[in-house]
Antibody
Framework: EVQLQQSGPEVGRPGSSVKISCKAS????????MNWVKQSPGQGLEWIGW????????DYAEKFKKKATLTADTSSNIAYIQLSSLTSEDTATYFC????????WGQGVMVTVSS | DIQMTQSPSSLPASLGERVTISCRAS??????LNWYQQKPDGTIKPLIY???NLQSGVPSRFSGSGSGTDYSLTISSLEPEDFAMYYC?????????FGGGTKLELK
């Protein structure tokens, strides 16, 4: 059974960074890209970008190029997203989703930016 | 970027009713259109890929159709578990973009 288990909720101060994880199981981690999606409170879904875990190649939506950094650890089958220079606009739930077709989704991680 | 416009944004409906949600792309996307369901607890489930193909385990009351820039999701007979948010998404171009969502609620 494919599962994407994300880390717990995070609170970050304005200007700081947070790093959240997405542990994949039930499939070969390097066979599929991992997408990251943002959902601001009460809002819709925004694609942040994706990473190919096998080669480490990444692609980002323009608005997230200076905000998000995607990495992957193939030894532990974990994908990460780091969000930097946090502002209130970064308060949101962040999902990982595997495959070009977003075939499997994590449960989401709530990131709250607060001083 | 390709803009995806869903309508309606809210859809009151009754159990057993047939409903249709529309999704329009700002440019031709060649059937590269997917649908997702989000439950109130936040869980997101893929429903349909490439316009009309049901994901594994999705009930046959769900169907998708469309071409060019106009697509739709139809639920033939609403069950209690179908009341949720629905999003379309294009994967014809980067960046991938989603529609604004349709909230299917009990009338």
């Amino acid at each position: 059974e494919v599962q994407l288990q994300q880390s717990g909720p995070e609170v970050g101060r304005p200007g700081s960074s947070v790093k959240i994880s997405c542990k994949a199981s039930g499939y070969t981690f390097t066979d599929y890209v991992m997408n990251w999606v943002k959902q601001s409170p009460g809002q819709g879904l925004e694609w942040i970008g994706w990473i190919d875990p096998e080669y480490g190649n990444t692609d980002y939506a323009e608005k997230f190029k200076k905000k998000a950094t995607l990495t992957a650890d193939t030894s532990s089958n974990i994908a990460y997203i780091q969000l930097s220079s946090l502002t209130s606009e970064d308060t949101a739930t962040y999902f990982c989703a595997s495959g070009e077709g977003f075939d499997y989704w994590g449960q989401g991680v709530m990131v709250t930016v607060s001083s | 970027d390709i803009q995806m416009t869903q309508s309606p944004s809210s859809l009151p409906a009754s159990l057993g009713e047939r409903v249709t949600i529309s999704c329009r792309a700002s440019q031709y996307i060649s059937n590269n259109l997917n649908w997702y369901q989000q439950k109130p607890d936040g869980t997101i489930k893929p429903l349909i890929y490439y316009t009309s193909n049901l994901q594994s385990g999705v009930p046959s009351r769900f169907s998708g159709s469309g071409s060019g820039t106009d697509y739709s999701l139809t639920i033939s007979s609403l069950e209690p578990e179908d009341f949720a948010m629905y999003y379309c998404q294009q994967d014809a171009n980067f960046p991938r973009t989603f529609g604004g969502g349709t909230k299917l609620e009990l009338k």
